[in-house]
């Protein structure tokens, strides 16, 4: 560095130095209101992905920036994206990111021990750094088990969606059937509406290995199954042949041909043509089905929970990296994207909220468009399990092995050596992490 | 009387069946272009109706979403400077190199220079991202050039080397008879001779440089993001908008095919130059 430039610089250290000492001064004189102002001039880096939630945020983010006086850039990414770019730079120690955004239940346990997460416990114990308002017992449990990873709060969720189950009234109307809440019942009426010759089919879901396994846990969890016991695998045991071999005949005899090719945009397709009666995916496809600009079923969806009643909970949580240059300006961007009036503003377009207060104020409750749907969602949301995934390091490639056992028991090939062979390379495939 | 002739008869046939096949060969290949542009006037419900709808009223929302609510003139734009730059520095940095290696034989060097191409990109991108961090320099355009010559430099160089030996020697020899340096060989004889393929090589490493995905989404930041990282933020979990990518897909796709279009005959001419011995 030339000399010239490095007393510039320093002089220039020095006068930020003393004036941000001079910015902390008022907020003292001010006792008892949150001084939101506290960190006036930061920039914020933001790396998330693309959600409903998101295209929220982005709308609200002047009235922050109004607010505290800190500038937000918010780099959005399709996730896929995002995780790549994630790792890159948080391998190299990228000293640029303020926070980030991750899914937990997808790769909270590799972030976690890669280091990437900080607590938030300092933060939100701090009066000084957090409003009263924010009031953080107002999280579901559900929703900070979200943000909870090997017992450490890593972060805030924005919003927690959980599985459930989507189907079409007129239709078993019609029929005489009642919603399903069972496996045996829910075969039943699969079969009973199934009429290939038509183009329509009992039942809709993923096939495409391992696209499929998050929407699969619920029946493996449902039959009393589990992706681990003791640490260990459980793929082949009685319980998980029985939800592979459930799984498989229902997509084989009641569903779309081709289904092993089917993960979610193809089944979003299909539902929304009129194409299938029951189908299990995350809520929050529940926005685009009950949209008549997207979907030709707007008019004829009702909502229910999965059958078994153990469906997935997920979501997206924003957490500060170690070497995050501005920790606490982030924080403050991080209770203000998750206060109670953010929340319930993103319920009333459909956001699944991760606060309580949001599902019960009025404003929402007298307005509701789709009672049903938030019947639906409240009671998954309470039965939800954080077990889309199973908690170890190294989801995808199990994601990857599990996929395949699913692929051979919609294909009617032999389920116990399909599983057999997997639990043997799960087993090895946790060796290698410990 | 003449048309009656068996043999020009058959000529006229193994036309027909030429050009019909020829026909059928374009439409094959133009199919999903087609597509994607039909699907770019369609709404939401059309584009996600099965059967697929052929037949639909026009809109033109998803050109206003993608260029009026969204900043994408500001990423073609920016996708224009990287490509722009990054082809520029490399003929200028690539054809000297290419004479270079033509002239004197120095086979070792133009591998080395391939070998960039060869080896996994994927394999440069965290050392680059690292240095890059080091020297303040993640979400430049600066730092998205440098990489993408990368991509273009080695296709410029070895195109350029093909057509500075098919070069004859005489031209060469008699300038240095005349009293000329190598560089006015160079910058005289050989560049202006090799015209046709320094415009085909260009028009190819400002495609590749268009298209490159990897580096940019690694490298780039807000406010240099590139077309191709940008298309993506159509796509959201459980909602994909058809026509906005669509929409914005055509526009990626439409700009270097009419640069391609209108340096349609450098191409063909600077890609064959080289391969058939004059």
Known sequence: MKPRLAVFLSVMMLLAVMFSSVGVSPSLAQEGEFDWRRYEGTTLRVLWPNTAWTDFILEELPAFEELTGIDVNMETFVEDQLRQKLTVELIAGSDDIDIFGSMTIQEGFKYHQAGWYTTLDDLINDPTLTNPDFDFEDFSDGAISLATVNGDLIGIPTYSDAQIMIYRPSILEAAGLEVPTTFEETEAVAAALNDPDNDFYGWINRGKGAAATSVFSSVLYGMGGAWTVDGQPAINTPEAIAAFDWWGRMLREYGPPGAVNNSWPENVQLFTSGKGALWTESGQAAATILDPEQSGVADDVSFAVVPGGKPYAYGWVMSIPPNAPNREAAWYFIQWATSKENSLKAKLLGIPAPRTSSWEDPAFTENDPHPDLTAAMRESLQLAMPYMNPHIVNVQPWRDVVGQVIVDAIEGKDIVASANAAQAQLEELLKQEQ | ?278
């Open chain 2, 1 to 278: 009387m003449r048309s009656q002739n068996p043999r020009r008869e058959r000529a006229v046939w193994k036309r027909s069946l030429f050009y019909l096949a020829l026909t059928l060969l374009t439409l094959f290949f133009l199919f999903p272009i087609i597509w994607m542009a039909m699907a770019s006037f369609k709404t939401q419900v059309d584009n996600l109706a099965t059967p697929p709808v052929v037949l639909f009223e026009p809109t033109l929302e998803n050109y206003r979403e993608t260029f009026i609510r969204n900043p994408f003139p500001r990423y073609t734009w920016n996708s224009f400077v990287v490509a722009a730059a990054s082809t520029a520095i490399g003929v200028v940095v690539g054809a000297p190199a290419a004479f270079s290696i033509a002239r004197y034989r120095q086979r070792g060097l133009a591998v080395v220079i391939l070998a960039a191409r060869i080896m996994p990109a994927i394999s440069y991108l965290l050392p680059w991202y690292i240095l890059f961090l080091r020297l303040k320099m993640v979400g430049t355009y600066e730092s998205l050039i440098a990489t993408h010559l990368t991509v273009g430099l080695p296709i410029i160089t070895w195109m350029l080397i093909g057509a500075f030996e098919e070069l004859p020697a005489e031209l060469e020899d008699s300038t240095l008879v005349d009293g000329g340096s190598i560089l006015t060989v160079f910058l005289r004889v050989a560049l202006p001779l090799s015209a046709p393929t320094i415009a085909a090589a260009s028009i190819i490493a400002f495609i590749f440089s268009w298209n490159n995905f990897l580096f940019s989404i690694i490298l780039a930041g807000a406010a240099t993001r590139p077309l191709p990282v940008a298309v993506f933020n159509f796509v959201s979990y459980l909602n994909i908008n058809v026509g906005g990518l669509a929409a914005a897909a055509t526009v990626i796709t439409g700009i270097p095919m009419l640069l391609a279009l209108l340096a349609q005959r450098y191409i063909v001419s600077g890609l064959t130059m080289g391969a058939v011995k004059g």
